[in-house]
Nanobody, 114 residues
Framework: QVQLVESGGGLVEAGGSLRLSCAPSRSIFSFIVMGWYRQAPGKQRELVAEITSGANSNYADSVKGRFTISRDDAKNTVDLQMNSLKPEDTALYYC????????WGQGTQVTVSS
């Protein structure tokens, strides 16, 4: 069973930055794609950003130009740098990893105050 451990969430003022990190229990290169989803209260879970094993990335329109997903090969993590945060970015952020199965982390809370 693969485990995904997320870290880096917290409370930040609008305009601030946070960096989320996801550490899987096996090599990041064993996954076809890894990414971040989020779910705000009363809303559906949505894709934020994803990165493939070939280092191609994809972003939700709402975060383009503000968020950057990357892989840290030395640390075996996939990170999400979030800049210019807005109150509407407030949500529970989940790390995902896909190979023959899809795995989810338990989530890390991001709260952006206005």
């Amino acid at each position: 069973q693969v485990q995904l451990v997320e870290s880096g969430g917290g409370l930040v003022e609008a305009g601030g930055s946070l960096r989320l990190s996801c550490a899987p229990s096996r090599s990041i290169f064993s996954f076809i794609v890894m990414g971040w989803y989020r779910q705000a209260p009363g809303k559906q879970r949505e894709l934020v950003a994803e990165i493939t094993s070939g280092a191609n990335s994809n972003y939700a329109d709402s975060v383009k130009g503000r968020f950057t997903i990357s892989r840290d090969d030395a640390k075996n993590t996939v990170d999400l740098q979030m800049n210019s945060l807005k109150p509407e970015d407030t949500a529970l952020y989940y790390c995902t990893a896909a190979s023959s199965d899809l795995y989810w982390g338990q989530g890390t809370q991001v709260t952006v105050s206005s």
